[in-house]
């Protein structure tokens, strides 16, 4: 529900919200038409819908380009959470309307969950206790969505809608190709990175991202498209750029062809528990204090 002008409610068709989204991230109407398998004169009238269902212009739109207005950005702000809500209970109805009694505990590479997961599975032998891996794209989107009832992350991650349970540090390094000019250092400072081509999204290393040393040619520098450790192993190992990994990561993908270095000065990275802040399950209280140690 959503408040409209004279503090009347009214609902929101999640469908036309859907493809106010496509088209807000593709900035182009014949391509969220593709997208959504639906023609371009469908998309273009269920957004004037939902402008006069609002009342409020969405998109500002010439010959050449679509851009978002200020209550467009607005509503794209807040229409990704409500449509991962919605997401998540349509699968929780589904799965117990099915009468299978699931719970499913999220995990970041280099994290083992086994001895958490085993201790809560045989606390509940009702329950199948499932896990996923998760990604930097999607470690706290599986808890939103509803993949996953309770996720390890790493973090920074976005907090809102969540709530969090720290659980362990580690170290970070850097991973290098063996023939990069660091590979030998017993350790590095991260301005030695500064001139180096990041293969992941900068704002997981914040230290580099905002080096004074590093050019504003290598700030406006494309960033490769990477999705899965495994990719930028590959890269990293042809000599094509650096990444800084978690110290269980690294030794995880051990390689004869990488190596990692201690950085020591930037902090280590934080592991925590993320579950849906809207959430009441006692189970996802529960294995949060199995995995802490506390039962």
């Not at 930097?136 to 993949?147: L, S």
């Not at 000065?265 to 528990?273: A, M, R, S």
């Amino acid at each position: 529900m959503t408040p409209v002008q004279g503090g009347d409610v009214m609902d929101i068709d999640l469908r036309k919200l859907r493809y106010f989204v496509a088209v807000a991230e593709e900035l182009h109407f014949g391509r969220a038409a593709e997208r959504l398998h639906i023609t371009q004169p469908v998309l273009s009238r269920q957004i004037r819908a939902l402008e006069h269902e609002i009342r409020a212009q969405l998109f500002s739109r010439d010959r050449r380009s679509t851009a978002l207005t200020s209550a467009g950005r607005q509503l794209l702000e807040d229409a990704r959470p409500l449509l991962a809500s919605a997401e998540a209970l349509h699968r929780r109805v589904e799965r117990a309307a099915r009468g299978t009694a699931t719970f499913t505990v999220g995990f970041m590479p280099g994290i083992t969950v086994t001895a958490a997961v085993r201790a809560f599975a045989a606390r509940h032998p009702e329950l199948s206790v499932e896990v996923v891996r998760t990604s930097w794209d999607d470690q706290t989107e599986v808890v939103h969505d509803g993949r996953a009832d309770i996720s390890y992350v790493r973090m920074p991650v976005d907090q809102r809608g969540l709530r969090l349970r720290a659980l362990f540090s580690e170290p970070r390094v850097a991973v290098l190709s063996t023939d990069h000019r660091l590979a030998g250092k017993q350790s590095i400072g991260i301005a030695e990175l500064a001139a180096e081509r990041m293969l992941q999204d900068p704002d997981t290393v914040p230290e580099w991202r905002d080096l004074p040393e590093r050019s504003s040619a290598e700030r406006a520098r494309p960033r490769p498209a990477f999705h899965t450790v495994e990719e930028k192993l590959e890269h990293v190992a042809a000599a094509r750029g650096v990444i800084v990994l978690p110290l269980s990561v690294a030794t995880f993908y051990i390689r004869a062809d990488i190596a990692h270095v201690p950085i020591e000065d930037i902090g280590p990275n934080q592991v925590c528990l993320a579950w849906s802040a809207d959430r009441r399950s006692p189970l996802v209280q529960e294995f949060a204090a199995v995995a802490a140690g506390q039962v």
